[in-house]
């Protein structure tokens, strides 16, 4: 059975972030899911694809690193910039523009240490394989 399809507008959440973000899927594939363009596994581009989760609380971070430091020791937040790797877990017999499409499941990192994962794919009835 297949997973749900991510799309534009798919809600993503890090595991050092404070709040939520929106997938941004450009629609160069021109492949549409329910009126909204498909995503693929190589949408992970930071802020591009995937804009900041609010404030970072990462200690891997070196703006937090850094303001943590300076608060002497308490964990201080800062500002997100994901640096982010593609996405894995994506399906495995869809494709998006010659890539593997982007499901419910799929996560990506980032380079501080974060886990981002999709909490709302977008899509309500369509599944991906």
């Keep these: 059975m297949g997973k749900p399809a991510a799309t534009a507008t798919a809600t993503l ?8 973000s929106t997938l941004v899927v450009l629609p160069l ?8 363009p498909a995503a693929a596994v190589t949408d992970s581009v930071p802020v591009l694809n ?27 937040p800062m500002p997100c910039l994901p640096v982010t790797t593609p996405w894995t877990n994506g399906a495995t017999k869809t494709f ?19 886990a981002i994962q999709i909490l709302n794919p977008g899509a309500v009835r369509t599944t991906e394989g």
């Design 29 to 36: 594939a021109r492949v549409l899911i329910e009126g909204k």
């Design 96 to 114: 998006v523009g010659g890539k593997p499409a982007l499901t419910l499941g799929a996560q990506c990192t980032c380079a501080y240490g974060g």
């Design 50 to 76: 995937i804009p900041p989760f609010g404030m970072c609380t990462s200690p891997s971070n070196p703006t937090v690193a850094a303001a943590t430091a300076a608060a002497l020791g308490v964990l201080t």
């Design 13 to 20: 959440m890090c595991s050092f972030g404070l709040a939520p």
